[in-house]
């Protein structure tokens, strides 16, 4: 009797411990997948020199379309000429394919010198600006000759231990940066930049997932850029901004104008343009309200000055004439 009671019992428990490697394996096949797809994109891709100068170009004529096609205007996609987000993936990309060190290098620098002019260079026919266009490439110059010492120490991300979390750090903080700043618009004008705020994010992930092993390193990576911007909130804001302005009542000024400001803690007020289209230079120095008074000869004029920082973080000046 024991015997046929014991057999049921075995193939119950058989039954019920297949049900449950099933279920075990369900979520170990999806990962797979997913480490699949991040390894083939960060290691499985062979960039040859021909591959990386076509890939460099293509970077650079699809950057230029986001900036030179009215509908992109203003877009998180056209903010890839302005921002480093869209770059720092691409960078990414090309520091993981690289077997040593100097290639990494190598292979970054080139991409960033023939990319970053290249851009400059399609936009000039369909720019007012013509060739000078090129005045703003200073900062991708310096950018560009950055790159060479920044991929050479990225590419020991590939190692997965500590030391890739502590170089991933100002990579995932640059990011973290980016997102907060730009979250103002999707907050107030949403879903304006929302693709370039989840971006941002969703590459932060991404590098944890790639570029780490275990639990703690993914934890200490994401806490690093959540207590930057935690701190960046809290510290006191300091401004410091020049703006000319126009006064509300027009009024013609001569160079025996003198101004004088109520709190010159608030802000620096002189007169920038004299004659029928008089204009004063407002230097800033804190969110605050002030009064000041132009005294040209006989005449006197007097105003109140609200410097104000708006929902999107822009900084705006308004002045009232004063009754």
């Given at each position: 009797?024991?015997k046929?009671?014991e057999e049921?019992s075995k193939?119950a428990?058989?039954?019920?411990?297949k049900?449950?490697?099933?279920k075990?394996?369900e979520?170990?096949?999806?990962?797979s997948?997913?480490?699949?797809?991040?390894d083939?994109?960060?290691?499985?891709?062979?960039?040859?020199w021909?591959?990386l100068?076509?890939?460099a170009?293509?970077a650079a004529?699809l950057?230029?379309?986001?900036?030179i096609?009215?509908?992109?205007?203003?877009?998180?996609?056209?903010k890839m000429?302005?921002?480093?987000?869209?770059?720092i993936?691409?960078?990414?990309?090309?520091?993981?394919n690289s077997?040593?060190?100097?290639?990494?290098?190598?292979k970054?620098?080139?991409f960033?010198l023939?990319?970053?002019?290249?851009?400059y260079?399609?936009?000039v026919?369909?720019?007012?600006?013509?060739w000078?266009?090129?005045q703003?490439?200073?900062f991708?110059f310096?950018?560009t000759l950055?790159?060479f010492?920044?991929a050479?120490?990225g590419w020991?991300?590939?190692k997965k231990n500590?030391?890739?979390?502590?170089?991933l750090?100002?990579?995932?903080?640059?990011l973290?940066?980016?997102?907060?700043?730009?979250?103002?618009?999707?907050?107030?004008?949403?879903?304006?930049?929302?693709?370039?705020v989840?971006?941002?994010?969703?590459?932060?992930l991404?590098?944890?997932?790639a570029f780490?092993?275990d639990?703690?390193?993914?934890?200490v990576?994401?806490l690093?850029p959540?207590v930057?911007?935690v701190a960046?909130?809290?510290?006191?804001?300091?401004?410091?901004?020049?703006t000319?302005?126009?006064?509300p009542d027009?009024?013609s000024?001569?160079?025996n104008?003198?101004i004088?400001?109520?709190n010159?803690d608030?802000?620096?007020?002189r007169?920038?343009n004299t004659?029928e289209?008089s204009?004063?230079?407002?230097?800033?120095?804190?969110?605050?309200?002030t009064?000041f008074v132009?005294?040209?000869?006989?005449?006197?004029y007097r105003?109140?000055?609200?410097i104000?920082?708006?929902?999107?973080?822009?900084?705006q000046?308004?002045?009232?004439?004063?009754e």
């Open positions: 009797m024991s046929h009671k049921p193939k428990t058989k039954k019920l411990s049900q449950k490697a099933e075990v394996e979520p170990t096949e999806e990962k997948k997913l480490r699949t797809i991040v083939k994109l960060f290691g499985g891709i062979n960039f040859t021909p591959k100068i076509l890939f170009v293509g004529v950057t230029s379309i986001f900036l096609v009215p509908i992109f205007k203003d877009t998180s996609f056209a000429g302005e921002t480093l987000e869209a770059w993936f691409l960078a990414i990309i090309i520091i993981a077997k040593k060190p100097l290639e990494s290098a190598l970054t620098f080139v960033f023939i990319s970053q002019p290249l851009i260079l399609i936009q026919p369909f720019t007012w600006q013509g000078g266009i090129f703003y490439y200073k991708w310096i950018l950055c790159t010492p920044a050479y120490i020991y991300i590939k500590w030391l890739s979390v502590v170089i750090m100002p990579i995932l903080i640059l973290a940066v980016i997102a907060q700043d730009n979250s103002k618009h999707v907050i107030y004008e949403f879903p304006h930049l929302l693709i370039m989840l971006f941002c994010v969703g590459q932060i991404l590098y944890l997932y780490t092993k639990i703690p390193q993914k934890i990576g994401l690093a959540i930057v911007i960046m909130l809290f510290m006191p804001q300091t401004v410091d901004f020049s000319t302005q126009f006064l027009n009024p000024l001569t160079e104008a003198v004088t400001v109520d010159a608030v802000a620096e007020i007169v920038s004659g289209n204009t004063i230079l407002v230097r800033a120095h804190a969110y605050s309200s009064s132009i005294k040209d000869g006989d005449k006197e105003y109140d000055i609200n104000y920082e708006d929902n999107l973080g822009v900084s000046v308004d002045i009232t004439p004063k």
